[in-house]
C-alpha cells in the first residue's frame, strides 16, 4: 500500500499516475519517501525474482473505525470528536474552500483485492475518485448528521493546503474494473454513527502498550493517591481501569472526578460476578494493551517498578514479577503471620522448584495480554491468582522473571486479604508447580 503523497506539490486534480515525478509534496516528504522506496522496492521484486504485487496509491481514506488520535488524526474523525463534543464555536483551518475527494474503507479494500487479482504486476494505481467536496461542506454535513448546530469559524491566518485533491480512477478502473462507489453522506453518516456509538475506543487513539488493572472494593479516597503515583511514574503509553462489583462502591465518585483530568483513567463494573477475581477477569477482557499489570488500589505497590517491567517484557520475557525478597525488595508492614507464612512459603517454594521468581505470591506482576486473554482462571478465593497464572505460565514454557520491588502495608481502609480463608487455594497452586517442575505435569 503506497499513497497519493507520492505526488508532487502542484499536481493537477483529478490526479493521475502520470502526475509521479519522485519528489513528493513537501509536507508529508518523510512518509511519502517511504512509500516511494516501498514502490521501487516492489518494482525491483518483481523484476528480479518475478513476484506477483499489486502496488495502490489511495488518499484520504475514511470509515468506521478510524478514531481520533491527538494530532495525528485524520481530517474526519477530527471533525467529527469536536462536534460530538459539542465545541462551539467550531473552528476550521482555512477558508473551507479548499477541496478534498475522500474515499470510504471499503472501497479501498475492494480496490485492493481486484488490483491483486487482476494487476498484480508493480505498477502503481490510485484508488479514489474525484468527487470532491470542500471542507466547509464537509464540516456541515458532520454537523447535520450529528444533529450539532454550533457555529463555524473558518481561520484564513491558517495553512489550508493545496486548493483541490483527487484521484483519477480512470486506470483502476481500466486494468480492474473497480471503481469506488461509496457515495461521501452515506459514508459520512455510517461513520459518525460509529463513533458515537463507540465513542470511547474511538477517542482513545492507538492502543496503549500497558493496561494497568486496579480492582477495587470501597476505597474511598485511597484510590486517588495511586492513581497520582501512575501518573506519575509510568513513562509508557498506558488506560488504567479501575474494576467495580456495585455502583454504591465509594471508589466510584473519586474515580469519575477524576476522569475529568485523566484521560487514561476508566471505570469498569464487573458484570461478571462478585469478587475480586471476576474483577480481575472484567479487567482482562476490557484491556487493550499489549501488557497487563496489577495494581492494588491502596498505595501498596510501587509505581517506580512499573517501568521496568515494561522494559523486561520489551525484552522478551512474558511474566515479570515484582518481588519482595531478593535483591532491593521490601516487604515494610503488614500483619506478623501474614508476612511469615508469606515469607516461609515463597523461600521453600523456590528452593524446591528453582522458579525464576522469589516471589510467586504477590500479586504486583506483569503479563503479556494475549496469555492473560487466552488462559482460563481457575482460582475462586481471592489474590492467589496470581500464584495461578505463574505456575500456568512456567507450565507453557513461558519466559518469566523478576524485579525487586518494595511493598507497603496499605495507609487506610480495611485490606481484603483472608489468608486463612484462601489458603489452601495457595496450597492447590504450590502443589501444582511441584508437580509441574519435579514430574512436568501440565496445568491447564
Known sequence: MSSSCVYPDGAPAPTTEEAYTGTPELVNEGYALGKINMEVQARYYAKEYDMKIAVARPNNVYGAGDGWDGEKSHVIPALTKRVLDGEDPVRVWGSGNQTRAFVHVLDVAQGFMDLTEKYAVADPVNVGHDRETTIGDLVRKICEISGKTPVLEFDTTKPEGAPRK????????????????????????????????????????????????????????????????????????????????????????????????????????????????????????????????????????????????????????????????????????????QDLLSRVANRSFHMLTRFPTSDVTNSFKLYRAKYLKSIDIESSGGFEFSFELTVKGHSRGLKICEIPTVWKQRKGGESKFRLFAWLKNYLRWYTAGLANVWFGRKTK
Open 166 to 337: 483527487s484521484l483519477s480512477s480512470e486506470k483502476l478502473t481500466r486494468v480492474s474494473g473497480f471503481e469506488p462507489k461509496m457515495l461521501l453522506d452515506k459514508g459520512l453518516k455510517e461513520m459518525v454513527e460509529w463513533f458515537r456509538d463507540n465513542y470511547d475506543e474511538a477517542t482513545t487513539g492507538s492502543c496503549p502498550e500497558l493496561t494497568i488493572i486496579t480492582p477495587v472494593y470501597n476505597e474511598d479516597d485511597l484510590i486517588v493517591p495511586t492513581i497520582q503515583e501512575v501518573k506519575r511514574h509510568v513513562g509508557v503509553p498506558f488506560e488504567i481501569l479501575v474494576v467495580y462489583d456495585f455502583d454504591e462502591d465509594t471508589t466510584v465518585p473519586y474515580v469519575e472526578q477524576m476522569m475529568q483530568s485523566v484521560p487514561e483513567l476508566k471505570l469498569v463494573k464487573n458484570d461478571i460476578g462478585p469478587g475480586v477475581i471476576n474483577a480481575i477477569r472484567a479487567g482482562i477482557d476490557a484491556a487493550r494493551g499489549e501488557y497487563i499489570v496489577m495494581v492494588n488500589g491502596d498505595l501498596s505497590d510501587d509505581m517506580h517498578t512499573i517501568n521496568e517491567m515494561v522494559a523486561k517484557a520489551d525484552g522478551g520475557f512474558d511474566i515479570v514479577c515484582g518481588t519482595r525478597y531478593s535483591g532491593d525488595g521490601k516487604k515494610l508492614g503488614g500483619p506478623f503471620i
